[in-house]
């Protein structure tokens, strides 16, 4: 009697998270596959423990940064009074107005102090910060001169609101699922905060360590939050794959394309209070961080739908199961590809903006080291995001292949209950 559309086929083994490790006897291929995981995981391990940071890095840049004037003690105030009037250099011939502010120093040795900060040339009203009474800020103070200085406007408590915010729809809406997200979110920044920043301060290769990074921030985010199970085991090894192609074009491409990346601020400030640290080799590192975020929602995605197709129909040979999931993730594809572009021009708009008014060619602008590093960022996770559908799709297609089981029992009349479903 033929089967029910959507009824999965008699004998049929299954790959899904509910089934758990039962099908390790059914697909040799997951075998294989858990063996590649496996020593890559290794791999990371003893490349965490080698890289692993000491506090000597950190102390040592910050000591240099002191040194610059780039490190000074930051405090919450309240703005107690606003006055404008005649700068204190102001003189009947060259009359200059300014604007006195006066806080209430909230935190720190002085607090409950009222402090005077410096007085702000009305003149120059872009740059002067535009304050009220009542309003939370923050200060600066410098230990050696005695001298405090409006910083910026404290953000604190709508972070921690938006925060909290985010944490309940995440929550609300995927459950354990979300707060497994969430958990995953807090180790990918202790990654990187704990781990990566310290350890290339101490003097490692930037390229090295991100590596790393991105293969622990795998690991531990696709795990945690799919589950220890075949198909995230099978994402995990597509995800990989994929990073190192994206770490193959983006390694060819930055040396053809000479980054130094010395052309923002931040690349020349950090070669200071880092002796030795190869920004270039920075950059390159974080567009391997950066192309990590959308390719494990491509893998398991992949790795998920060749499962679930061979499940319903074990019939289905490698070339079907990769035809059709590979005309499933074209979709994917098409929205996934504008994801980073967005992402990097979002973050450069203002840039863009100086750019567009230098009265350049748009051959010119794109030349600038500046939106190159975009442009070549952007692309090569692309092409990482693109590749990633069809390597998880044969990965997947190929485990699930082979001779099951299932299959030399099926003609045996045994019937086989559904196994249940996540």
Request: proline share 5%.
């Amino acid at each position: 009697m033929e089967k029910p559309l959507g009824q999965p086929a008699e004998g049929a083994e299954d790959l899904s998270p509910a089934s758990g490790w039962r099908a390790w006897r059914s697909y040799p291929g997951l075998r294989w596959v858990l063996a590649v995981v496996v020593a890559a995981a290794v791999a990371t391990v003893f490349g965490v423990a080698a890289l692993w940071p000491t506090d000597e890095g950190i102390e040592a840049a910050t000591a240099s940064a002191d040194e610059i004037g780039l490190v000074t003690d930051r405090y919450g105030a309240t703005v107690e009074e606003i006055r404008d009037g005649p700068c204190s250099y102001s003189t009947a011939e060259s009359p200059y107005d300014c604007r006195q502010v006066t806080v209430v120093l909230d935190e720190g040795p002085a607090r409950g102090s009222l402090v005077a900060l410096p007085e702000l040339d009305l003149a120059f009203t872009a740059t002067t910060p535009s304050v009220r009474v009542g309003q939370k800020v923050i200060i600066g103070y410098e230990p050696s001169t005695d001298f405090y200085f409006y910083a910026d406007a404290d953000r604190r408590t709508p972070l921690a609101w938006l925060t909290a915010l985010f944490a309940v729809f995440v929550i609300a809406l995927g459950r354990r699922r979300g707060v497994l997200a969430l958990v995953g979110m807090a180790g990918t920044l202790a990654v990187l905060l704990a781990f990566m920043a310290p350890s290339i301060l101490d003097g490692n290769d930037p390229l090295l360590v991100s590596v790393v990074a991105a293969s622990g921030i795998a690991f531990v985010s696709l795990y945690l939050v799919h589950g220890f199970n075949p198909i995230t085991t099978v994402a995990l090894a597509g995800t990989l794959s994929s990073l190192g192609l994206t770490l193959g074009l983006s390694w060819a491409f930055f040396e053809w394309a000479a980054f130094t990346g010395l052309a923002s601020e931040e690349g020349l400030v950090l070669p200071l209070i880092a002796g030795g640290l190869d920004v270039s080799s920075l950059i390159l590192g974080g567009a391997v961080i950066g192309a990590l975020g959308a390719l494990d929602d491509i893998t398991v995605t992949q790795a998920a739908l060749v499962a679930e197709l061979r499940y319903r129909n074990p019939g289905l040979s490698v070339y079907e199961l990769v035809s059709s999931g590979v005309r499933v993730g074209r979709e994917h594809i098409a929205s996934t590809v504008n994801t980073l572009l967005l992402a990097y021009a979002g973050a450069a708009i203002p840039l863009l903006m100086l750019f567009v008014v230098s009265d350049q060619s748009l051959v010119m602008v794109a030349n600038s080291e500046l939106v190159a590093v975009v442009i070549v960022r952007t692309l090569c996770g692309s092409i990482g995001l693109v590749a990633a559908v069809p390597i998880t799709t044969v990965l997947a297609a190929l485990v699930s292949s082979g001779h099951r089981p299932a299959d030399r029992d099926a003609g045996s009349g045994s019937n086989r209950s559904e196994p249940p479903r996540g």
